[in-house]
């Protein structure tokens, strides 16, 4: 199954999400949504709130609260990316100029938690102490992610199991807050919302270690933004730490300053330690480890169309090259 086929499962209640979030993006000052319809029509993949409409599919459930609960989690995750791209000091998202290059730093901020807002408002509207829950808790969740990464920046002793803390705080949260919110909003049963929790867990970890592979394999016209990123901000990402742990001295050196230093001046080097490591095939292995285990996790759903997009969206988040 193709991601296009993926999407056509639940494409009418997409056009439905589309509607609204151009629905909610109105303000009473134009700057406000001159940022926020720029970041949120750029294009990008949409994966989150397609999981909750895949799994509101899956119990056919696809009602219009599906589709307030899908708005709000791409406005939260629209929001990170406002933040993330000024922490970052970004200058490029999804092939275009980021907000914060366009506007500044201070406008992307402050749109950023003007959706941050307008998702609660939406949430309320929900009437579900359990979705509030476990948003209200995810976004905390991504905020200590963010921090956590952030104190681990030009940190060459940061260890496999602190890099996984970071991106399932940072990345995978969403994931699983909007497989496990929607669990929650279609009230079902204990072992079927553990299920889906776990898949958007599990899913959220592939995708980020496939993105952190991509960092040293990609280029910046098929991406949409520039290979080495992580490495130029002095982010130790698995390929890195793997290629740490298994580096003669000179080349484990190597990978340390360049940690340390930031920047690309090392970017070959690094580059052919880490292949010559196998730390990028490693770092694959971890997310299709990922991958099985999201995709064993949904034979508690019932069998329709849609659980099995939800298989094919884990196989295609480790296989894909943008």
């Known amino acids: 199954m193709h991601i296009k086929d993926v999407l056509a499962t639940v494409a009418e209640e997409f056009t439905s999400v589309d509607q609204l979030i151009h629905e909610q993006l109105a303000s009473r000052v134009p700057l406000v949504e001159k940022i926020a319809d720029y970041i949120v029509s750029s294009g990008g993949k949409r994966i989150r709130p397609l999981l909750v409409l895949l799994t509101a599919k899956a119990f056919d459930r696809a009602d219009s609260d599906a589709v307030k609960l899908a708005t709000v989690i791409e406005f939260l995750h629209t929001a990170t990316l406002l933040h993330d791209d000024v922490v970052d000091t970004s ?22 938690d003007f959706l941050y807002s307008r998702a609660f408002e939406m949430m309320v509207e929900l009437r579900s102490l359990p979705v509030m829950e476990i948003l209200s808790n995810a976004t905390c969740v991504i905020a200590e992610g963010e921090v956590l990464q952030l104190t681990n920046v030009k940190n060459p002793d940061t260890t496999e199991a602190q890099y996984m803390d970071v991106i399932h705080g940072k990345t995978a949260m969403l ?81 340390r300053q360049a940690i340390r230093k930031g920047g690309l001046d090392q970017l070959d080097d690094v580059m052919r330690i880490v292949r010559e490591c196998g730390s990028l095939e490693y770092t694959r292995q971890q997310a299709q480890a990922c991958r099985d285990r999201a995709q064993a996790l949904l034979s508690e759903l019932p069998a329709s169309t849609a659980r099995d997009a939800l298989h094919a969206l884990a196989a295609i988040a480790v296989e894909r090259t943008t």
């Open 175 to 255: 994931f699983e807050a909007s497989t496990h919110s929607a669990a929650m909003l279609l009230e079902l049963n204990p072992s079927q919302a553990t299920a889906l929790k776990e898949y958007g867990k599990e899913l959220g970890m592939a995708f980020q270690l496939v993105d952190d592979v991509l960092d040293y394999e990609g280029d910046a016209e098929t991406m949409g933004k520039n290979v080495g990123d992580d490495l130029a901000e002095g982010k130790p990402t698995l390929p890195l730490i793997h290629a740490m742990s298994n580096a003669n001295d000179a080349d484990r050196d190597t990978i």
């Open 91 to 112: 200058d490029m998202r999804r092939g275009n100029p980021t907000a914060n290059a366009k506007w500044g730093n201070a406008p992307s901020v402050l749109v950023g």
